[in-house]
Every structure is written in C-alpha cells, then in structure tokens.
C-alpha cells in the first residue's frame, strides 16, 4: 500500500514535509502544493516556486511536483525544467476550487469543458520529457459530469489518476462519494489513488475493506491534525503529546529560520487542523486566533503544548483543554 502526503497550499511545504519525515518516517510519496504561476517559456521558476522545488530542500523524499496550469507549452516547459532537476513524474491540478483559479479555467475549472480539457491534457501526456499524473475532482456541480471526463482520461494517456471524489461545488462538504473512486478503480486503465476524508486508522479501513484493490492512498488533513496517522495505518504507534509538542517546537522553529515572523502565519494555518488533536478544538483555536507577534505566538503554544499535559488549569481555568486525542 503506498501512502502519501496530498498537495496543501500554505501548509505542507518542503519544511512540513521535512520536519514531519524527520519525526513520523517518510511517507512514499509527497505532492507539493500547486506550482503556479508556471515560467514563461525560456524562463526559470520564480525565487519562491524554485525554493519549493529545490532538491536540496526535499533530500531523501519522493516528491512529485503539481502544477496548476492550462497553457501547454508553459507546462511542458515547466516540466522540462522539473526533468533537469531530477524529478521523475509531474501532477496537473484538477481539483482546486477556489473561485478565482476557476474563473481562469485552471484548477477544478478545467473540468468545464472537457473538449478543451482533452485537447489540453493529450497535448502536455505526449510532449512532456516526464510521466504525467492527474488529481481531479469528479465535476462542478455533479456527478454525473464523471463519465466523460473519466473516459478523456482512459484516452490521453496519464501515468495516474487520483480521485478526490468531490465535485468543484461541494468545496470540502458532503463525504466523498467513494463508489466513484471505486467504479475508477476498477475501470481504469492506468493507476488510481484515493484522496479524501481519511482521518482516522477506522476511515482507512473502511475504505481499503469495500475496495480492496486499493494501493495507494493520499493522506491530506488528515495528517495535519495527526501527524502520526499514517504510521498507525502501517501498524505503528499512535500519536503521543510529548511527541506533538517537540513536532511541533521542530516545525515552528523550521518555519522561523525559513521565513523569520511570517512563521507565526503558517503556524496559525497549521494550528487550525491540529486542533483537532484536542479534545476541545475551539478553545486551541481562540487561543491561537488572536495572537500575532512570535513572543504572544509562543506563549500561547506554550498553553497549548501545557494544557495537552493537563497542567494548564490553573493559569487559564476557564479554557483549560483536556489532554485527549482523537485517534483509535
Ligand atoms: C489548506 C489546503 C490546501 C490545499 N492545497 C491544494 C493544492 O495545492 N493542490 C491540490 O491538488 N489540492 C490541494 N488541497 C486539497 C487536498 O490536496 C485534498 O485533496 C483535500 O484536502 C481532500 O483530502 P483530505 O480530506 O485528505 O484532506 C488543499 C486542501 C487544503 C485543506
């Protein structure tokens, strides 16, 4: 079973991926979050998209880079430049449904008119230097829009498929519609992974017992909000505080040597899924809401890291967090 770190924007760059390795194992693949805008033709990637890309930052890990394009030549040129650095495989993005990259027909947007999306994804499958791997969602509204876009991808020749089984509409509410990730995998011609709503060593299994030709699995928030999740699906331990904490501390101070005060951002952004971890997630996050600068941020880190220890009712009764995990 391979098992995987899903693309997320603002959250599981090359630190995350990291750092997370570094304390949890390494998964078998990770996906960067979406590279966009792509170079122009003749030109390199931007300062930041190349630091994400960098193979000095993502020594040891499989990592596939995503782009979030329609423009072929630019693709194929992105993916030249990705085939020099030494990468293997590229992902298009099919599946961001934010309203703004939708506008531009790029993400999830795509899939609204799949005559252009065919004509687009056959053009990049057989003028990339590298495989091309696809993550899609099932549509923009419904799912009845899956069959014709499933059956351009039998015809254009990617090396994978994985299905979030989402439309564009649904953003991240409503349970993923399995049975098409199911009906996919045992249609497809190329390789199929599942993503979507994998929380927990139970979500798994239930998964992997109604399909069991399931082989690769990709793991997004999920993971965030415990990061041991995918050690615990491999038959390893489950996440304890003490190991949350110096993740934790290890990811912060990551952050801080990569982007100095903006860490404080990304700590908020990963905070909002580790929650979670609590058994009182709204409080983690008032906590964590209001602070903005380093020295408020860990303070209130420090609350959370000693609150999770059951020490913290003295200091701050009244939002006392219990020290409860929510993994099996
Ligand atoms: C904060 C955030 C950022 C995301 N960024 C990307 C992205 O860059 N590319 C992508 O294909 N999907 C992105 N996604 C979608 C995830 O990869 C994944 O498909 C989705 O979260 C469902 O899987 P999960 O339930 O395991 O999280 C993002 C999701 C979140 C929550």
Known sequence: MQLSLAPMEGIAGYAFRRVHAEFFGALDRYYTPFISPLPKVGTPFSKRNSRELDPANNQGLDVVPQLL??????????????ADMGYKEVNLNLGCPSGTVVAKEKGSGLLRNPDRLEAFLANVCERSPLPVSVKTRVGIANDDEYGELFALFCRCGIAELIVHPRVQKDFYSGAPRQELYGKTLELAPFPVAYNGDIFSLGDFNTLVAAYPQTRHVMLGRGIV???????MIRGGEGLTREELERFHNELYQAYTDDMGGNAVFRMK?????????????SSVHRIMRKTRQADEYEAA???????????ARAALADRAIRPVFHID
């Open 69 to 82: 394009a329609n423009d072929a030549d630019r693709f194929v040129w992105a993916a030249g430049l990705l």
């Open 225 to 231: 909000a415990n990061p041991a999740l995918a050690r």
């Open 269 to 281: 952004e990963w905070w909002g899924y580790a929650k979670c971890a609590f058994a009182d997630p």
């Open 301 to 311: 880190a420090r609350f959370g890291a000693a609150a999770a220890r059951g020490v």
